[in-house]
């Protein structure tokens, strides 16, 4: 038993080849789950996610959300605001929060998303497609009632960016 009283946390490892699997299309890995941390944060790594996919636009009542960009550029959208982030750059999605993000620019993203504490990550299991069957369009009512069971509100889509030059 750890000093407060829950179960003492292991060390625990995985590796890209294993459990991987498709959310909303994209190649996707839990790389850190409730089970290995504690329940102090969940980690899923996104790779080879098209230019042009964009999730909802979204609210999490119970975690907030960080992204770092491995690879590639995303647009995010954090509580009405637009950012352009790219290799090495974090982003902090705070609950309560809307937001949003879509892939953009000419290559595939790869990032990381840190949700604490832990729990986003069987919401993304939870809508997992085998790695090998071939991308469809999201099934919304299903990502919408499984959202809610996981305390998400699904907004429906992304604000529009403003044109770049806008002022």
């Known amino acids: 038993m750890s000093a407060q009283g829950g179960a003492t946390a292991t060390p ?20 850190a789950a409730a089970e290995t941390t504690n329940g102090t944060f969940g980690i899923v790594e996104h790779w080879e996610m098209t230019p042009g996919f964009a999730s909802p636009y979204h609210t999490h ?22 950012h352009r982030i790219g290799p090495g750059d974090f982003l902090f999605g705070p609950r309560e929060v809307p937001h949003g993000f879509k892939a953009i620019g000419d290559k595939p993203v790869e990032m ?22 071939p991308i469809t369009a999201p099934d ?10 996981y305390g998400i509100d699904i907004n429906g889509p992304l604000p529009d960016e403003p044109a770049r030059d806008a002022k």
């Open 12 to 31: 625990a490892m995985n590796s890209r080849g294993t459990d991987a699997f498709r959310f909303l299309g994209v190649p996707t890995q839990v790389r």
């Open 61 to 82: 009542h119970r975690e907030d959300e960080s992204f770092y960009i491995l690879q590639g550029e995303v647009a995010f959208i954090v509580d009405g605001k637009w």
């Open 112 to 133: 990381l998303i840190l949700a604490t504490p832990a729990g986003f990550e069987q919401f993304v299991l939870d809508l997992a497609r085998p790695l090998g069957d």
């Open 140 to 149: 919304i009512p299903k990502l919408i009632e499984t959202a809610a069971r």
